[in-house]
């Protein structure tokens, strides 16, 4: 590890202007949502209509053996209806897209990506049953005219059990595509979520649509695997139903919730589905674990934007309101009840309810002569006090994070039961896989690279770092301070060791601060003492945008010959500027073997 000090690291730094903040552009207008095109994007589409375009060709030219080529036509629109309802069903089988990404298929097929693939798919199966309806208006229209109106197309179409039901298929997938519109899923998700639910009847009205061994032949398998793994997950779920630990109040509007681990084995950067039943039984949200695969209970960020967020944050209060004004929750901590406020007109959330934790010294101890740092006003207890791994490799996980006391029965009773499902992957599960690490993350999309960081600090602090991990940067762009709270306590532990030569620690603010606060920053800022808005010692805090071109061309300048894992989780717009640097310095970095593979999830800023 280096040992240079904080100052002479901070200089050196400061010395590389590639990570300066870019000016705070005002009126700088999003771009227009166009998909992406990428290799595997593309490679996908291309040959899911290229298996299409040759079922139908297949299809009409047995038609045309038989001579009726337009009978072919719509055996073969049937098939690639039949086909892309299957493949409907298996993209959103979370079980067996988690067993298909632990197999080689996971360098050529992102399956991580299902659900842009159920989308597309979907799209598609609109696309053929509008071309089965109307292929079936010309039939009947046919055949009433060559039978010399004998054979009525009303009758043919609304009077026989074949048109009714196909129009009540039809009925039944315009209010299920109208429900998926991401104007109502973003407003209404659980309308959305329980009208989706109208694909069985439609795959029951199906049966008595179709021959039966057709069904067999195109439906019944795939059916049979998604409710398998939807049984299995609901079992599972409702199996295990973890203990809270705490309740933390964050700022920005932002709780962490932690919870017993129950043997839960994950890696960092997964995320998992929580269901609170005394809000709705049928809600389940992703939330990415933050917590690291080393510590023993497991830990979520929610941001508090939706009514369900809301809401759950509603019934953590009614909670610590049941409490008696003063209790006791662990032999070495106190709880006042009127320390905890209800929420405000604009749903600005106030101090925390911790239950039962232990406080943490995460920042509570100085270094070397320097004076110490105050302690978190928030109570947590992550990471350890820094001060007892001095002079010394740290003791096993065992001996030094304590383990979740027990809640008093009567705090026990008043939590509201949650239930997980989960792990399921995520781009970031792979970061270890790079021997040079990106992390880029914007404001709440902090969360997956928390999780990172977290087995990365454990992982340095006990010896046991990944042969091939080489140096990380983490780049976390916030639009005000309050937010750099969320995660401080974590850096600032990062920040303690002597690990300059593995992580680098760059934090931006890019919105406008008022006058006085940047007042107050000039004034607590002081020559060789901590960052005036972090508190950290080796990293400083940047004002503006990052530069990001300039920072992917010194990050591939530093770092010949060497393949860069990019991991980003932000913003749509950000991250489609990303995608392009990362694409556009791996060809003109090509010439010293220097590469960078870009990975994104997507945060709900």
Known sequence: MSKLTPEAYAAGLSRSRAFDALPRADDEQKPARVPRITVRRLAFVSVWLLMQLTVLVYKIYRGSAAGDAFGGYLKGVEALMMTCLSANFLLMAPTLMRMLRATPLRRVVNFDKTTHAHKFVAYTLVFWVAHHVISHYVKFHQLEVSSHGKMKMVDLLYRKKTGQVGHTMLSLLTVLLLAALPAVRRRFFEVFYLLHHLSFVIVILIFVHIQAHTFQYYIAAPITIY???????????RMNRPRILAVIQHPSNVIELRFARNGLKYKAGQFVYLCVPSLSWHQWHPFTLTSAPEEDELSVHIRVAGGWTQRLVGTFQQCARALPPRMTMHARRTIDRRQIQSVDSDRTLTPSYHPGLPRGGGRGAGRGGRAQRQPSSRGARYPPDPGHRAGARL?????????????????????PTIMVDGP??????????????????????????????????????????????????????????QALEWFRDLLAALDMEDIGDILEIRTYL??????????????????????????????????????????FAEIGQRNPSTDIGVFFCGSRELGRSLFKLAAKWTGELKRRGTSFAYHEERSTE
């Open 227 to 237: 409710l398998v793994d939807r049984l299995y997950r609901m079992v599972r779920a």
């Open 395 to 415: 003791s096993p996980r065992a001996n030094w994070l304590p383990s979740p006391p027990s809640l008093p029965p009567l705090v026990a009773a008043q939590l």
């Open 424 to 481: 399921y992957g995520a781009p970031t599960q792979d970061v270890f896989d790079y021997s040079h690490i990106l992390l880029i993350c914007g404001n709440i999309g902090v969360t997956p690279m928390s999780s990172v960081l977290k087995s990365l600090y454990y992982q340095l602090t006990t010896a046991k770092l990944s042969a091939g991990v080489k140096k990380v940067y983490f780049i976390w762009s916030c639009r005000d301070v």
């Open 510 to 551: 890019t919105a406008q601060l008022p006058v006085d606060q940047i007042r107050n920053i000039a004034l607590s800022q002081s020559a060789g003492g901590p960052d005036a808005v972090t508190g950290l010692y080796r990293s400083p805090t940047y004002y503006g945008r990052p530069d990001f071109g300039s920072i």
